[in-house]
C-alpha cells in the first residue's frame, strides 16, 4: 500500500531523526507538577469535587457513566466536558505555564493513552502533552499506516517509560479487586433495572471495560 507519509519523509529526513524530533520537540509537564496533579486528582475524586470526562454522542450513554462513578467511585459530580477538551486543556497550561493560543504555536493537545472516559485519565497529568502539529499524520485520531503505528509505538513506550510510577498505580487501581467486584455489581444493576435499554447498557458497558482497561505497553 502506498503511503504519502512514508515517500515524504525520506526525501528531507530519516525516519528515526523525525522520530527523535517528536519526541525531543513534544512538551511535557514536569515530573514534579505530574505528581503534584496526581496526588490532587485523586483527592478530588474522593471529595466529590467536581470531574469532566469527553462525553458520548448520546445522552443516555453519558448517563450510565455518571451512574457508574456515583456508585462506584463515589463521586457524583462527574460531567460531560462542555468542549471534550476543556479540563485537560486548563489542566496542561496551568501545569506547564504554556497557553496553546498565547504562547504555542502549531502544537496540539495529545492525549498519550485515550480513555477519554475514564476520569483518572482524561484528567491525569501524565496521559497529557503538547505534541508539534506536524505529528498529526502519526498521531491524530484519523492516523493509519504502518508509519502510525510505529510511532504511536515510540511515542507510548517513551512515556510509560517516563511516568511510570503514576502509570502503575493506575493500573494497580484499574485492577484492585474491590473494584472490580463493585464494577461487575454495578453493570449487572443496570441490566435489571427495567427503566434502562438494554443495548444502550450492553454498549456502555464494552465502552466501560475498555476505559478502565490497565495500560501496558
Not at 527523535?20 to 496526581?38: A, C, F, P, Q
Request: overall charge positive; some cysteine; proline content about 4%.
Amino acid at each position: 500500500m502506498l503511503d504519502s507519509y512514508e515517500a515524504l519523509i525520506p526525501e528531507y529526513i530519516s525516519k528515526e531523526d523525525f522520530f527523535r524530533y517528536g519526541l525531543e520537540k513534544t512538551i511535557y509537564i514536569n515530573d514534579s507538577k505530574v505528581k503534584e496533579g496526581w496526588e490532587a486528582l485523586k483527592q478530588k475524586i474522593k471529595n466529590n469535587k467536581p470531574l469532566f470526562i469527553r462525553g458520548v454522542k448520546d445522552a443516555v450513554g453519558n448517563q450510565l457513566f455518571y451512574e457508574f462513578y456515583s456508585r462506584v467511585l463515589k463521586n457524583q459530580q462527574v460531567k460531560k466536558d462542555p468542549s471534550n477538551s476543556q479540563a485537560p486543556t486548563k489542566m496542561m497550561e496551568d501545569l506547564t505555564g504554556y497557553k496553546k493560543s498565547k504562547d504555542l504555536r502549531n502544537y496540539q493537545l495529545t492525549s498519550i493513552f485515550s480513555r477519554s472516559k475514564n476520569i483518572l485519565c482524561f484528567n491525569a497529568p501524565w496521559n497529557f502533552a503538547y505534541t508539534p502539529n506536524i505529528l498529526d499524520p502519526l498521531l491524530g485520531i484519523d492516523a493509519k499506516g504502518d508509519l502510525s503505528t510505529e510511532y504511536k509505538k515510540v511515542f507510548q513506550e517513551h512515556c510509560y517509560a517516563k511516568f511510570k510510577p503514576y502509570i502503575t498505580e493506575f493500573n494497580e487501581m484499574m485492577t484492585n479487586t474491590h473494584f472490580l467486584r463493585e464494577t461487575d455489581e454495578c453493570i449487572a444493576s443496570l441490566y435489571d433495572d427495567s427503566r434502562n435499554n438494554l443495548e444502550a447498557v450492553k454498549k456502555f458497558a464494552i465502552s466501560l471495560r475498555e476505559e478502565i482497561a490497565p495500560i501496558k505497553i
